[in-house]
């Protein structure tokens, strides 16, 4: 079949990309910037759309045949009113289908079984409602706390257990949930793409346990062999409840506010046969978190939801700062010859997250604290993958907007709080018959304030940045670099 994918380089349409791809699909991935997937760019049997759905106007040349479309477009965390958002996304998305010949839209929805919805939640049933009024056959999979390796919840529940022996938690972690192992929501998603059976149905997809938010931190506790008290308190505001969440997880503000006011209202499936008749295990919790955790062992995380820019403080447009401003800007060059330019390469591209960034790491680690105390992300994202990286990766508080190494060349923009743009590039040049490594640090200050900030952080940046580019160059990493579970 010839399958549409929206939301691509999601945290759920990275993993369906390649089930699809060994069922022997063609398809055609919708991406806001062709780098988010540049993996995928020889790949005979996927099409890259660059396409942005909130203005589809500039694009005209849509694929018409299409036999299925998923739309796994969420924006939780869009500074604005994220439910008109996804509202004119449906909207621009079933408008471009109408030129097509698909058959079948599939949607993965939130469950909504309660009178009262959180925001976000109210969102998706909206979304639902808009995609049912096309012409075009509708499947809808509702799915509550998806459990796997690098997704939201997974790593909220991560961070809290593995953190706080003691947790003092807000009385909404007594509410529950039924929780889905990402394995079986790719099933789901899959084993309902093409059959008429399905068309026109909405299905709650859940796992086999019910479990309050508290039961799912001591059992994940249990999976990690960790001990863990965990006490409720009726006291916690909602403001206070999103405060503890951002400071103590990886989450954005933005995000946590929304999670709280989702996590206030029982998320319970209702039974269907679904899984029975499409030959679907549902997995435990416990399994679920230990399967999540195999795949972090062995480095083998497809997707994250850190890599999201529901994780950024910048917003989508970041891949318009690709272009490091000339004029009108800061900045701060060093060179260093280098003999080594493989060892150098890999270095480069293993910085930060657990490894650091190889110089007075104590600095960084300090200047991700008073990030985070204004507001900002912080170092806590990481990265998802130890020694590759790709445009459009969340690294600490640094995203990725280019990572060639055919050109040898990195470039980071800041997501941190800033009185203006900064940009941080590795570039290997030959220069006079001798290779040299080139760190640039850019900035372009926003008034008065950017420019005293620039000034101020000056003797700081000339201390660190002298000492990193030495140990880019000269840094060994062991045989086998373990791996924090």
């Not at 909405?202 to 479990?211: A, H, R, S, V």
């Not at 743009?421 to 850019?442: D, G, N, P, S």
Request: with cysteine.
């Amino acid at each position: 079949m010839k399958v549409l994918i929206t939301g691509a380089n999601g945290y759920i349409g990275q993993r369906l990309i390649p089930i699809l791809l060994k069922q022997g699909h063609e398809l055609f991935c919708c991406v806001r910037n062709l780098s988010r997937l540049g993996e995928y760019q020889n790949e005979p049997n996927v099409h890259l759309i660059e396409i942005d759905l909130l203005e589809p106007s500039n694009f005209s040349d849509f694929p018409k045949e299409i036999d299925v479309a998923y739309f796994l477009v969420h924006t939780m965390s869009d500074k604005g009113d994220f439910g008109m958002t996804e509202s004119l996304i449906a909207r621009n998305f079933i408008q471009l289908l109408r030129s097509t010949n698909c058959k079948q839209i599939i949607y993965l929805s939130g469950i909504s079984n309660q009178e009262k919805l959180s925001k976000h939640l109210e969102s998706r049933k909206q979304v639902e409602q808009l995609l049912a009024e096309s012409p075009i056959a509708l499947t809808v999979l509702r799915a509550g706390i998806i459990v796997g390796s690098g997704s939201a919840s997974f790593e909220i529940i991560r961070d809290l257990v593995e953190k706080l022996p003691v947790m003092v938690a807000p009385k909404w972690l007594m509410t529950r949930s039924q929780p889905i192992a990402v394995r079986n929501v790719l099933e789901f998603l899959t084993g309902v793409s093409g059959n008429e059976l399905y068309f026109n149905k909405t299905f709650d997809i859940m796992g086999p346990d019910i479990l309050t938010y508290k039961e799912m931190l001591l059992q994940f506790a249990k999976v990690r062999g960790l001990r863990r008290l965990v006490i409720t308190v009726p006291i916690m505001t909602p403001r206070l409840s999103s405060y503890w969440l951002y400071f103590i997880t990886a989450t954005s503000y933005r995000l946590a506010v929304n999670l709280v006011n989702s996590m206030k209202i029982d998320i319970i499936g209702r039974p269907n046969g679904l899984a029975e008749e499409l030959g679907i295990k549902l997995i435990p919790y416990q399994e679920s978190v230990k399967l999540a955790f195999q795949k972090i062992e062995q480095n083998m995380i497809i997707s994250s939801w850190k890599d999201a820019f529901s994780a950024s403080n910048i917003g989508t447009d970041i891949f318009q700062r690709i272009e490091v401003p000339k004029f009108g800007v800061f900045k701060d060059i060093k060179w260093r010859k280098i003999t080594d330019t493989e060892r150098t390469i890999q270095n480069i591209w293993s910085i930060g997250g657990q490894r650091g960034w190889y110089y007075a790491n104590f600095l960084w680690k300090i200047r991700g604290y008073m990030d985070k105390l204004n507001g900002g992300v912080g170092l806590r994202r990481g990265r998802t993958h130890h020694s590759e990286i790709a445009p459009g990766d969340a690294l600490d508080f640094w995203r990725v907007l280019a990572a060639d190494k055919v050109n040898k060349r990195l470039l980071l923009f800041a997501e941190m709080k800033l009185p203006g743009e900064a940009w941080l590039e590795f570039k290997i040049i030959r220069k006079h018959e001798e290779i040299y490594l080139r760190q640039t640090a850019t900035f372009r200050p926003l008034g008065l304030w950017g420019r005293l900030y620039w000034y101020a952080v000056l003797p700081f940046h000339y201390f660190v940045f002298d000492g990193m580019i030495d140990k880019l160059i000269a840094f060994e990493p062991p045989a086998i670099e373990p791996i924090k579970p």
